[in-house]
């Protein structure tokens, strides 16, 4: 995942240490390209522990966070929440990969043609069952203070072969066949705004159609990549 994240912008392309000082902070996370060595050790540190006693916390798994070092449009941050079975969580295992606000300083960053490569890289990463692109305020617009489903639209949605086959894309989507038999679908290929009616009506329609999918065992999610609205 993070070689491929890094072939698609240089956003990508270096990972520091989220820590409690600046100068902390400006370390890296570890090693570009990455170690599989090194990455196992990283995870280690990452597992979640009890506070008192202090011992493993075997159900809440590990977490693993990162950002980009950068402070302006393009800043990023990634985590990793693996190996959690503890019965709040939706999802036992997620990658989230977080952007700034979508403005015209970052229109490259925040662009279809890379929000699609870096989700479609991770799916091939991780072979996940669910991912998404989205700004969080639809999620607010959509739902507002009541549940969230699991399987949620957006931007961008992909769903693995075993829940693909379960829906019916609506006609305004933009739907492509991803290899191995899951689904994009896209509600628009311009930089998604909640002030356009337009977009926000195919996110709509495509959440509509994920209702199949509410019911079935809880999805390992790849990627909810998120950005803010529009600054």
Known sequence: MLGGLANIHPAFAHWNKQAWSRAAANRPAW??????DELTAVFEKGRRYKDAPREPW???????SAWNGRDGPDGAS???HAGTYATYSVYPNTV???????????ADLICAAVVKRALLSTVSAWGPDYGVVVCWDYYRRLFGERHWPPFRSGWMTYLAPQYASCI???PAAIVEPVPGGGLLLLATEERFSMDN????????????ALD???EMPKPNIAEPIRYNPTS
């Open 58 to 64: 075997p159900e809440m798994g590990y977490g693993v």
């Open 212 to 214: 199949p999918l509410q």
């Open 31 to 36: 090693a570009m390209p990455p170690d599989v």
């Open 78 to 80: 990634l985590s990793v």
């Open 168 to 170: 019916t894309p609506p």
């Open 197 to 208: 009616p337009a977009h926000l009506a195919v996110a709509d329609a495509i959440q509509a």
């Open 96 to 106: 989230d990969l977080v952007l700034g606000p979508a403005g015209p300083d970052n």
